[in-house]
């Protein structure tokens, strides 16, 4: 009877031939009962053990692959979110006035000067306009209005319908 070492032993033997050595598991059966003089039955366990280990290691693999692509995931979208954040903060500096940016200017002789200066109405505009787009505070053409009710209300009688042309014919 072999001890628990050299079971564990053999048993890696045949992990090592099942995953890099050629050959099926009939021919590991004849080669290592003859081998290890045991019967092949033995072999078919030891070869059934080195299964479970390969199936257990590539799980295992396939498990840290998972955890490291959920982790690319969570920081590309914590940079997203950070660099959202920073671009809308940057929208807001110019809109307030507080931004203070560089511009090339070319002066009397015609050569290129660099001046700071403080956004311009265009620029303003511009970023508002920018920051809207971005919330998507903008209707999109074929979109339903959004002062358009969603329920339809009821109508009683004659003076309600008057009341309710009115509300929504206001300027």
């Known amino acids: ?3 628990q070492k050299e079971i564990a032993l053999r048993i890696n033997e045949v992990k090592l031939r099942l995953e890099h050595g050629p050959g099926n598991v009939d ?3 004849t080669e290592f009962s003859a081998k290890w003089e045991i019967s092949p039955r033995t072999v078919e366990r030891y070869v059934a053990y080195a299964k479970d280990t390969i199936r257990d290691e590539l799980k295992m693999g396939d498990s840290i692959l998972e955890e490291a692509r959920n982790e690319l995931i969570t920081e ?3 940079n997203s979110i950070l660099s959202t954040i920073e671009l809308d903060a ?3 500096a110019i809109i307030e006035g507080k931004l203070i940016a560089e511009k090339i200017v070319r002066n009397k002789d015609g050569n290129p000067t660099r001046i700071s200066c403080l956004p311009s109405h265009r620029d303003i505009i511009y ?4 920051l809207y787009r971005r919330r998507g505070s903008y209707r999109k053409p074929g979109e339903k209005d959004l002062a358009t009710p969603i329920f339809n209300i009821v109508v009683h009688n004659e003076e309600e319908a008057n009341v309710l042309y009115k ?3 206001q300027p």
Do not use: H
């Not at 970023?127 to 920018?130: L, N, Q």
């Open 127 to 130: 970023a508002i306009d920018k």
């Open 1 to 3: 009877m072999s001890t």
């Open 27 to 29: 021919e590991l059966v």
């Open 167 to 169: 509300i929504k014919n």
């Open 90 to 92: 940057r929208l807001c």
């Open 76 to 78: 590309e979208m914590r």
